[in-house]
């Protein structure tokens, strides 16, 4: 091993090794890195090679399991005294120095099986380029996460004094929280977050595998053979034709409702947002219990989305867009699932934000935001039309989609502009999907103004926000007449520089 | 069609070297030559038979001409920048006008950057690295080695390490 330092150099930390449980809790892991290796032994399984399809698999198995058992014997993180410091890397070396100055927080993660053996996995936030493994421990001991993560807080001088030495459970809890959720908004953030995709999953696994369940639910064969199989029932959903599209119906909404519940349950049980010394700290989850605090001042946007049903009822989810990541895929920190109006004006103000003003005097954007979408689809007409001609039920389906898309954009309209509110630009868009986005100036990094031949026709620019980290679509106003789109990008960069 | 009639200040915006339409120039070429190779590959032995034979070589050819003589001259023509004490702006494109502002504090690091065909033809890439997660680089071809390490350095002046 050629390290870059000697090894008993007090500075740089005696190495330590991951937590030798790792050997199981990263298996799991490996196993699910290898989905490629599944498929060519099931094809051979199924091509009736047996042999051959095990034989694979035990050499897969113990190529994994030695893979792990390198990847751990040559893993060796250090705590110095102004760094930490991560040699990796089983033919090719990686030695990392990650200064504590540049860590902005310690996430720590707990999977189920992590917290039965009582492991957690360690990710140093840095500011730069988000997504690498920058600085993962995959499994050490929690009580030495938590002691870790103490030290780089108490190391970059931040008040956090409070949280020093105390395990991370057993902080006082005298102060209450910003944000927490009971079992009952739990359930009514679930039933909002209503899903098919259950549906979209079954319907794909068996576009692809076919027969494999030796039926396929979405032919009408199907249902033929299955209603002309009993008579009695047969006989009396063909009488109550409409009572039976009701009762499939209230099916397909109670198991899109159980779906959302679940999902929900799964990762916001025990939803709890506090103010620490640096910023907002947030735990949730069922299974995989998550710890994440996201620091006040990298807090970059914030979402607050709903969508028709909610909206009425007053209830909003509040997101912000911060430079550290989210270990989950949506790049957008959740810190209020569901919260009412004077919730996310409490968030906001823990933020230092001032709340939303009661009513926003939203420009709204051109009509050319519908024109450009009608223009830009003209192809599909031609399409339409020669549909219709040739295949008339085909085309009135098509027909009657393209007007479907114009007047869910129409909708969409209605409900999209923009308002400068004080030195922070708020925007509004989407009907079904409703969003407002409050975006301070000074975080504005880049304006672009987009023109592209078809807007041009209509004398309209769309404006689109540079904003570090994150990974939302992005902030971008469409469709705004050319004049004031420069107007309103000089205004805001009047703010940023 | 030199100059965008909806410019704003048009004095301020400049050009960026001529030597950068021979970049693009050779550049479309080079690409353009691997397509119709491979078109007249394909026509030689796919549609050899058929009454399609020759079509892929001729069309490509055309439409690769066209491309490599008009393109370029578009491209260098309606592709200007600014740089003023706050701010760097890059203005390019007809089809899809991008007209882009960066203030300057907000700069992460710059690059200046040379490739063969640039050195070849006396010009460098400046390219501005934000913190923003759309268009974190804006990059500006086609300026002359010198003016690209002048801008570099008004910038470097300007740039910060902190977000809030």
Known sequence: MSEPTSLDDAAVGPPEHLHPLFLLTGFAGSMRGMVG??????????????????????????????????????????????????????VNRTHRSIPFDRIQDVDITQGPIARILGLAKVK??????????????????????????????????????????????????????????????????????????????????????????????????????????????????????????????????????????????????????????????????????????????????????????????????????????????????????????????????????????????????????????????????????????????????????????IAVRFLAWSRTGYAVDGDRLLTRIGWWRRRITVLPARKIQSVDLRESFVSRLFGVSSLQFGVAGGGMTGHSIPAIPRGEARKLRDRLLGFAT | MTTEPEQPAPPALEPVEPGYKNVLRVRFLIFWLAIWAAATVFDRTALQDTEFAGFPTIAVFVVAAAGVLTAPQRIYARLHYRLTEKLLQVVRGWLFHVDTVVPLVRVQHIDVTRGPLEKIFGVATLVVHTAGTHNSIVTLPGLAPKRAAQIRDIIREHVRTDFA
């Open chain 1, 37 to 90: 290796g599944y498929a060519g032994l099931g094809y051979l399984a199924v091509s009736g090679r047996l042999q051959t399809a095990l034989f694979g698999a035990i050499l897969l198995l113990l190529f994994m399991a030695a893979a792990l058992l390198l990847y751990w014997k040559r893993f060796e993180y250090r705590v110095g005294e102004n760094e930490i410091r991560i040699d990796s890397g089983i």
């Open chain 1, 124 to 405: 140093f936030e840095t500011g730069g380029s988000a997504g690498e493994e920058v600085g993962v421990l995959q499994a050490i001991l929690l009580g030495r996460a938590q002691e870790l993560r103490t030290l780089v807080r108490s190391r970059r001088g931040q008040a956090v004094a409070v949280v020093a030495g105390m395990p991370a459970e057993k902080i006082p809890v005298d102060t209450p929280p910003i944000y927490a959720m009971d079992l009952k908004r739990l359930f009514l953030a679930g039933t909002f977050n209503f899903s098919l995709a259950v549906f979209a999953g079954l319907f794909g696994l068996t576009q692809t595998f076919g027969d494999v369940l030796g039926f396929d639910p979405f032919s009408r064969a199907f249902w033929l053979s299955v209603l002309s199989a009993g008579g009695p029932a047969r006989d009396f959903i063909i009488a109550h034709q409409v009572a039976a599209a009701v009762a499939g119906a209230v099916l397909l909404v109670l198991i899109g409702i159980v779906t959302g519940v679940v999902r929900t349950v799964l990762t916001d049980f025990g939803f709890r947002l506090d103010r620490t010394g640096v910023g907002l700290r947030r735990r949730r989850g069922l299974l995989t219990r998550t710890d994440v605090t996201l620091p006040v001042n990298r807090a970059q946007a914030a979402v607050i989305a709903t969508g028709p049903v909610r909206d009425r009822l007053g209830w909003r989810e509040l997101r912000l867009q911060s430079l550290a990541k989210d270990e989950g895929s949506r790049g957008a920190h959740v810190v209020a699932p569901l919260a009412s109006d004077e919730e996310v004006d409490d968030i906001l103000d823990q933020l230092g934000w001032p709340p939303l003003p009661p009513s926003i005097g939203w420009v709204r954007v051109s009509r050319a935001y519908v024109g450009i979408l009608a223009a830009a689809m003209a192809p599909l007409y031609v399409a339409a039309i020669a549909n219709l001609v040739l295949v008339p039920p085909a085309g009135a389906a098509f027909v009657a989609a393209l007007l479907a898309v």
